[in-house]
């Protein structure tokens, strides 16, 4: 497996898969379940379980020596990626400034709620400590979410999977949750709605809507990632997880 541990193989793994992804949910006219990130996600797994068991290795080894160590250079990238919802925030920091309090306070009550939410759900589902400490970050991009569901003992592979589906399921019923929440004329809460539960999906599908849209998403995968550094590993320790 030597001439697989070339940092190229990961990033090629990774570019091919969603460009896959990207073929699929153009030529289904936009069907959910082909949104490209889901669809790489999905298929790179595939394309590692078969080349362990081509190689008569694990899927395991085959990750952590083959694929990371290119995946990482791609993984590097989510950072200045979440960094860059800076521009459209900057575009209409007025309506920021105007609505600060609002945002502030929704995003952080939001956030307590969920964590308990997921906490009573979890343990109502028969989750162990480390799955219901792989949920509590979900809620914050992939790049935030990771890492700090690392610090609370939790799997980040899990972390990665279910901020994952919370995009693709956003972007999936995202124009019927706007609809069904009478958010049409409310362009605030439709953003912080959007870019809360469907992180840099969310935030893109928000953009689309316009830009007060977009620019309340990425105000709140901003905040989102602040509150929960600050208030997971607390709730965490708190509900004897960390």
Not at 12 to 40: C, D, N, T, Y
Not at 111 to 132: M, P
Not at 165 to 173: D, G, P
């Amino acid at each position: 497996m030597s001439y697989l541990t070339n940092p190229l193989f990961g990033v090629f793994l990774s570019l091919a898969v969603f460009m896959v992804g990207q073929w699929l949910f153009k030529k289904s006219k936009g069907f959910f379940l082909f949104q490209p990130l889901f669809v790489a996600m999905v298929l790179g797994i595939a394309v590692l379980v078969v080349l362990g068991k081509t190689l008569n290795v694990s899927t395991e080894q085959v990750y952590t020596q083959a694929y990371k160590p290119g995946g990482n250079i791609i993984f590097w990238f989510l950072t200045p990626a979440t960094i860059a919802f800076a521009v459209p925030l900057y575009k209409r920091n007025d309506v920021v400034k105007k609505n600060w309090a609002i945002i502030v306070g929704s995003l952080v009550i939001g956030t307590i709620v969920s964590l308990f939410a997921i906490t009573i759900v979890g343990k109502a589902f028969g989750l162990n400590q480390i799955g219901i400490a792989s949920m509590l970050s979900q809620s914050a991009t992939t790049a935030i979410a990771l890492p700090l569901t690392a610090a609370v003992g939790g799997n980040t592979a899990v972390t990665a999977m279910a901020c994952i589906l919370n995009a693709v399921i956003i972007y999936a019923l995202g124009k019927y949750l706007v609809k069904w929440f009478k958010l049409k004329d409310d362009p605030v809460g439709a953003g912080l709605g959007l870019g809360t539960a469907g992180h840099t999906i969310g935030s893109a599908f928000a953009l689309e809507m316009g830009s007060v849209e977009g620019a309340m998403a990425a105000v709140a995968v901003v905040v989102i990632g602040l509150v929960d550094n600050l208030v997971v590993p607390v709730f965490a320790h708190l509900v004897g997880l960390g």
